[in-house]
């Protein structure tokens, strides 16, 4: 029997490399590296942190309960999206900010969007309904 065998077979039932594994060995990479260039105490504690962040990857990866995995990489994946989508809507309100002002409700936080050169106006939430007056 081939090693490519003997290694496919030990993998059957199991979930192998996901989006978070990924992530954790270069989490790894990044603490070993934080570890040679930092001083003794705190190159010891990224040490330490990369190991633990090594055996979580390779424990998810070798793991048979595949279904919390899937959930752990569900979860990851939702707050990766999410702080993609921050730095999306920084951008676009970067590439807005001449033709636009932006506010945010005082009650529900929402983002609001108006053109700038008005003068003083009362804007409506369109999420709330909460009435406030701004300056643009």
Do not use: H
Not at 2 to 13: K, V, W
Not at 14 to 26: K, V
Not at 111 to 134: A, S
């Amino acid at each position: 029997m081939r090693f490519r065998d003997r290694i496919a077979r030990f993998m059957y039932g199991r979930r192998g490399t996901d989006e978070l594994s990924r992530f954790l060995l270069i989490v790894t990479i990044v603490l070993i590296v934080l570890s040679w260039v930092t001083g003794e105490v705190i190159g010891s504690l990224c040490w330490a942190a990369a190991i633990l962040a090594l055996g979580y990857c390779y424990f998810r990866i070798l793991s048979r309960n595949i279904y919390k995995r899937e959930k752990e990489n569900g979860w990851y994946l939702r707050k990766k999206r999410a702080v993609a989508q921050w730095f999306r809507s920084l951008k676009d309100r970067w590439q807005q900010r001449k033709e636009y002002k932006f506010f945010r409700c005082p009650s529900c936080k929402t983002l609001l969007r108006v053109p700038r050169g008005k003068g003083k106006l009362i804007l409506t939430c369109c999420k709330c309904g909460n009435r406030f007056e701004r300056k643009t």
